[in-house]
Protein backbone atom coordinates (compact mmCIF):
# COMPACT_ATOMS: atom_id res chain seq x y z
CA UNK A 1 0.00 0.00 0.00
CA UNK A 2 2.84 2.27 0.38
CA UNK A 3 4.54 3.87 -2.36
CA UNK A 4 8.13 5.51 -2.54
CA UNK A 5 8.90 7.60 -5.69
CA UNK A 6 12.00 8.79 -6.33
CA UNK A 7 13.73 11.55 -8.45
CA UNK A 8 16.34 13.74 -9.70
CA UNK A 9 18.70 11.13 -11.21
CA UNK A 10 20.47 11.97 -14.30
CA UNK A 11 23.52 12.50 -16.29
CA UNK A 12 26.22 14.32 -14.97
CA UNK A 13 30.20 15.36 -15.17
CA UNK A 14 32.80 14.31 -12.61
CA UNK A 15 33.00 17.46 -9.71
CA UNK A 16 29.11 18.00 -10.26
CA UNK A 17 26.39 17.86 -7.93
CA UNK A 18 22.80 15.87 -8.08
CA UNK A 19 19.88 16.01 -5.65
CA UNK A 20 17.57 12.91 -4.95
CA UNK A 21 14.13 13.02 -3.41
CA UNK A 22 11.81 9.92 -2.05
CA UNK A 23 8.41 11.01 -1.32
CA UNK A 24 6.57 8.35 0.67
CA UNK A 25 2.57 8.15 -0.11
CA UNK A 26 -0.04 5.68 1.18
CA UNK A 27 -1.46 4.79 4.76
CA UNK A 28 0.88 4.79 7.46
CA UNK A 29 1.23 5.87 10.72
CA UNK A 30 5.34 7.48 11.00
CA UNK A 31 8.18 6.38 9.63
CA UNK A 32 10.98 5.21 11.44
CA UNK A 33 14.50 5.08 9.28
CA UNK A 34 15.16 6.29 5.74
CA UNK A 35 18.10 5.41 3.94
CA UNK A 36 19.35 5.23 0.19
CA UNK A 37 21.27 2.70 -1.37
CA UNK A 38 23.06 2.52 -4.32
CA UNK A 39 23.91 -0.84 -6.76
CA UNK A 40 26.06 -1.01 -9.88
CA UNK A 41 25.44 -3.72 -12.83
CA UNK A 42 27.09 -6.27 -11.52
CA UNK A 43 27.70 -5.09 -7.76
CA UNK A 44 26.46 -5.93 -4.41
CA UNK A 45 23.66 -3.03 -3.62
CA UNK A 46 24.64 -1.21 -0.80
CA UNK A 47 23.73 1.49 1.65
CA UNK A 48 24.61 4.27 1.18
CA UNK A 49 23.46 7.08 4.17
CA UNK A 50 20.77 6.46 6.24
CA UNK A 51 18.71 8.96 8.44
CA UNK A 52 17.33 7.96 11.38
CA UNK A 53 13.68 9.88 12.91
CA UNK A 54 15.98 11.56 15.41
CA UNK A 55 17.89 13.06 12.95
CA UNK A 56 21.23 11.08 13.47
CA UNK A 57 23.08 9.83 10.50
CA UNK A 58 25.24 7.43 8.97
CA UNK A 59 27.47 6.97 5.39
CA UNK A 60 29.90 4.76 3.84
CA UNK A 61 33.30 5.97 4.35
CA UNK A 62 33.66 6.37 0.54
CA UNK A 63 30.90 9.27 0.60
CA UNK A 64 31.56 10.95 3.78
CA UNK A 65 32.33 14.90 3.38
CA UNK A 66 30.55 14.73 -0.67
CA UNK A 67 26.56 13.69 0.31
CA UNK A 68 24.32 14.90 2.83
CA UNK A 69 21.00 12.93 3.58
CA UNK A 70 18.21 14.71 5.28
CA UNK A 71 14.35 14.02 5.75
CA UNK A 72 11.37 16.60 5.75
CA UNK A 73 8.98 14.37 8.34
CA UNK A 74 6.36 16.98 7.25
CA UNK A 75 6.43 15.75 4.05
CA UNK A 76 7.38 12.42 3.98
CA UNK A 77 10.22 12.77 2.00
CA UNK A 78 14.26 12.26 2.18
CA UNK A 79 16.60 13.45 0.29
CA UNK A 80 20.50 12.83 -0.82
CA UNK A 81 22.10 16.09 -1.71
CA UNK A 82 25.82 14.53 -3.78
CA UNK A 83 28.54 16.99 -4.26
CA UNK A 84 32.03 16.41 -5.78
CA UNK A 85 30.45 13.69 -7.70
CA UNK A 86 33.15 10.69 -9.27
CA UNK A 87 32.83 8.02 -11.89
CA UNK A 88 33.03 5.61 -9.18
CA UNK A 89 29.51 6.86 -7.90
CA UNK A 90 27.67 5.59 -10.72
CA UNK A 91 24.70 3.59 -10.02
CA UNK A 92 21.20 2.90 -9.51
CA UNK A 93 20.20 4.38 -6.73
CA UNK A 94 17.28 3.14 -4.14
CA UNK A 95 15.11 4.59 -1.39
CA UNK A 96 14.53 2.76 1.58
CA UNK A 97 12.28 3.09 4.65
CA UNK A 98 11.12 1.35 7.50
CA UNK A 99 7.62 2.18 9.22
CA UNK A 100 6.25 2.45 12.87
CA UNK A 101 4.29 -1.44 11.90
CA UNK A 102 7.70 -2.72 10.78
CA UNK A 103 7.06 -3.02 7.06
CA UNK A 104 10.24 -1.99 4.94
CA UNK A 105 9.39 -0.40 1.47
CA UNK A 106 11.68 0.00 -1.58
CA UNK A 107 11.80 2.48 -4.85
CA UNK A 108 12.13 1.36 -8.25
CA UNK A 109 15.22 3.33 -7.82
CA UNK A 110 16.67 6.22 -10.32
CA UNK A 111 20.29 5.85 -12.21
CA UNK A 112 22.76 8.64 -11.28
CA UNK A 113 25.44 8.38 -13.98
CA UNK A 114 28.70 10.46 -13.85
CA UNK A 115 30.93 10.43 -16.70
CA UNK A 116 34.84 11.48 -16.20
Known amino acids: QVQLVESGGGLVQAGGSLRLSCAVT????????MAWYRQAPGKERDLVAG???????NYVDSVKGRFTISRDNAKNTVYLQMNSLKPEDTAVYYC??????????WGKGTLVTVSS
Open 51 to 57: IARSGAT
Open 26 to 33: GIFFSINN
Open 96 to 105: NVDLNNGVDS
